[in-house]
């Protein structure tokens, strides 16, 4: 079974900088692609970031030149760096990995004052 441990969230004022972690158990070279999505009140879940097996990135374009993903394949670790964070980057963060079905880790806040 296939699970996704996020870590890294937090408070941090305008401007400033988190870096959120995914662990996931075992290899992540079996999953073609893994990402960050997240979900504020009263929205629907979003794509936030993703990279594939071949390491081809995409973002949205909220986040475009602020996030970066990246992966550790030694540590089987997914990140998002997050720079000039914004208050409306404000959500529940979620890593997600996909092989033949999504699996998904159980969220981190991330909270952005003005």
């Known amino acids: 079974q296939v699970q996704l441990v996020e870590s890294g969230g937090g408070l941090v004022q305008a401007g400033g900088s988190l870096r959120l972690s995914c662990a996931a158990s075992g290899s992540i070279f079996r999953f073609n692609r893994m990402g960050w999505y997240r979900q504020a009140p009263g929205k629907q879940r979003e794509l936030v970031a993703l990279i594939t097996w071949g390491g081809t990135t995409n973002y949205a374009d909220s986040v475009k030149g602020r996030f970066t993903i990246s992966r550790d394949n030694a540590l089987n670790t997914v990140y998002l760096q997050m720079n000039s964070l914004k208050p409306e980057d404000t959500a529940v963060y979620y890593c997600?990995?996909?092989?033949?079905?999504?699996?998904w880790g159980q969220g981190t806040q991330v909270t952005v004052s003005s």
């Open positions: 997600n990995a996909y092989d033949t079905t999504m699996h």
